[in-house]
């Protein structure tokens, strides 16, 4: 498992592995196992004697993981699952509770490179956006069907793109032409929405980067089924147990502050980070997808018995 042959590094590797001290024989759940980045490392600290549960709902992510860690020394058990179906998925591999629950939210550079896919607007591609093939409805399905102001509404509130009402109008428009079907048309439309040149030096990011993670985050109901997640955590997790969430953004970081802000009140957690960790310089040079980056830990309390 040392090594990388994919190239692919796991974001504040460094930092989970501090923070989340695995020791052997603990039972880890991965919930966003990816290429399984954190999952070796997770594997490595479990040694011989515990048990690591990764689910993802992508396939071809699951064979990567699968792949990697076929030399583990740990019972390891991979799923295609949603984390939002935590309960399910525990019960189906018989165990009632784990001592970590890890999620790294988001896409995987992988996912996000295959033009197929239909994530990327650098490169062109069907308008899908699915990270589980299961799911019935593509970012081409909203583009072209959902109404202007519901449109202008998943663009604001899921990424909070400002020009959200001036991009669905001109998105509007065009598919009155014809239906709006690859990514690169799509980002088209919204560059010229937004009347900037994305090859102009003066735009730092792309002009369709808040629209195209909007349209993600509706087509895989990102923040409900992370919600979903939260609400259950607690309910699977040993005392001691701990509970980290790695966010790119603050629509999804904000969610986890939340929850955990308020369940330390109730006194189920105890928070570990009173600030995200980010990443350190070198990481942020070497890896530009952990610039946005931020890891929240938080400790399962024992639950109080009644008198
Ligand atoms: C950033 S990648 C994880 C990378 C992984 N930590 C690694 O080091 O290889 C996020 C992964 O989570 C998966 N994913 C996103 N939302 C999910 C959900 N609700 N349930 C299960 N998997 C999900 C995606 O398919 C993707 O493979």
């Known amino acids: 498992m040392e ?14 592995c501090e923070l989340f001290e695995v020791r052997p024989g603990e039972t ?36 990567v993981a699968r792949e990697r860690l076929s030399q583990a020394g740990c019972r390891v058990e991979l799923l295609q699952a949603n984390f939002a179906e935590v309960r399910e998925v525990l019960e189906s591999v018989d165990v009632s509770r784990v001592d970590v629950v890890f999620a790294d939210l988001g896409v995987s550079s992988p996912q996000l490179d295959m033009p197929a896919r239909g994530f990327s607007f ?5 308008l899908d956006m699915r990270m589980d093939p299961r799911l019935t409805v593509t970012a081409a399905d909203l583009v072209n069907r ?16 400002m020009a959200s009402r001036r991009i669905s109008r001109q998105i509007c428009q065009v598919r009155r032409e014809g239906r709006i079907t690859t990514t690169a048309r799509l980002a088209k439309v919204v560059a010229d929405a937004l009347k900037v040149d994305p090859e102009s030096r003066k735009s730092k990011i792309h002009p369709a980067t808040r629209t195209f993670q909007a349209l993600r985050m509706e087509v895989n109901s990102e923040i409900q089924r992370l ?17 980290g969430v790695i966010a790119f953004h603050s629509v999804e970081d904000k969610p986890v502050k939340m929850d955990f802000r308020r369940r330390k009140a109730e006194g189920v957690y105890s928070i570990l980070t009173k600030k995200p960790v980010v990443a350190d310089t070198d990481e942020r040079r070497s890896n530009p997808r952990s610039r946005s980056a931020k890891l929240r830990v938080a400790v399962r309390m024992p639950e109080e018995r009644p008198m």
């Open 3 to 16: 090594g990388d042959p994919l190239g692919h590094t796991p974001v504040l590797a460094r930092q989970v």
């Open 28 to 63: 880890v759940l991965d919930c966003t196992v990816g290429l399984g980045g954190h999952a070796c490392l997770f594997a490595e600290a479990l040694a011989d004697t515990g048990t690591l549960i990764g689910i993802d709902v992508d396939p071809e992510s699951l064979d």
């Open 122 to 126: 650098q490169r062109d591609g069907p």
């Open 146 to 161: 959902l109404k202007e102001r519901e449109l202008s509404d998943v663009l604001y509130y899921n990424a909070q793109e």
């Open 227 to 243: 919600e979903q997640l939260l609400a259950v955590a607690p309910d699977v997790l040993n005392p001691q147990g701990r509970i």
